[in-house]
């Protein structure tokens, strides 16, 4: 059964397709005091996470996951920081059931001052997952680059091969020609 990641808004599940995009799964840590600063950092109300709970990787930066080995693994001391939480519920304002009809409240109403540029409506969003290669030989984070990169070296390896057995049978060619034209004119000096 795939596990599902435990942020707030978060659809991550643990599949192949999420491997492939480099996604990992982190269990929360087995010391309590770390697994309740990871809790209240996920802000949800009446939550505790049990052995089975995990978080995805999209909730931590780049430098706090260990890839240097072949199991990824949160640094110790870390805590998840990255999550999409909705903005706070506005009020809706309901209309008034008996809307203010007098003059007084009317010029009150159009003396009022609007402002001249509304502010930009912030929204946070979920910063792009990125892999950061350390090294230029390192592997890329998409399998299908890699296989990319595979076919492509694969084909120019054929062609070179190819062209190598073409130069020795070219190369073969031309020695028998030269050792018949050299013992030609040996031969027939005898006869």
Not at 43 to 66: G, M, P, Q, W, Y
Not at 111 to 116: D, F, G, T, V, W
Not at 137 to 155: G, I, M, Q, V
Request: with cysteine; proline share 8%; hydrophobic share 30%.
């Amino acid at each position: 059964m795939p596990a599902h990641c435990a942020a707030y808004g978060c659809k991550q599940r643990r599949t192949a397709e999420s491997k492939k995009e480099g996604i990992t799964f982190h269990r929360f840590p087995g010391d309590d005091e770390m697994r309740r600063m990871w809790e209240k950092a996920l802000r949800r109300k009446d939550f505790t996470a049990n052995k089975e709970t995990v978080l995805c990787s999209d909730h931590f930066e780049c430098d706090d996951i260990d890839r240097t080995g072949q199991i990824c693994r949160i640094r110790p001391g870390v805590i998840p920081s990255i999550f999409n939480f909705p903005d706070r519920p506005r009020k809706v304002r309901r209309k008034e059931k008996n809307a203010r009809t007098t003059k007084t409240s009317m010029k009150a109403k159009e003396s009022m001052p609007q402002p001249l540029i509304t502010p930009p409506k912030v929204t946070k969003k979920k910063p792009p997952f990125k892999i950061e290669l350390d090294h230029n030989y390192s592997l890329p984070s998409c399998p299908d680059a890699l296989k990319a990169k595979f076919k492509e070296f694969a084909s120019r390896l054929w062609a070179l091969e190819k062209e190598k057995r073409n130069a020795q049978v070219r190369e073969r060619r031309a020695r028998n020609t030269l050792m018949a034209v050299l013992h030609k004119p040996l031969c027939n000096a005898f006869i």
